[in-house]
């Protein structure tokens, strides 16, 4: 139950969590190659998210410190 609760967190859709709910869960992960597989493929997927995640918010730190604006200004006339 919170592996799912884990998944849901993550935004994952029923129809992804139910590919995890085939597989037996009283059994050692590692026991279950093809569930091993899964996590680290998902597991995988949310490094990737986090990393995208930093790369946004060092960019927003970076605009904030240097109190840039957001978007460029094409015509010179907005601010």
């Given at each position: ?49 986090i990393a995208d995640l930093e790369r946004i918010l060092k ?21």
């Open positions: 139950m919170e592996l799912i609760q884990c998944l849901k967190q993550t935004n994952m859709s029923l129809e992804e969590m139910k590919v995890y709910l085939t597989f037996p869960f009283r059994e050692a992960i590692k026991s279950v190659p093809e569930l091993n597989a899964k996590l680290q493929e998902y597991r995988k997927k949310i490094t990737d998210q960019f927003i730190d970076h605009k904030v410190v240097h109190n840039q604006s957001l978007l460029r200004d094409k015509s010179g006339d907005e601010a």
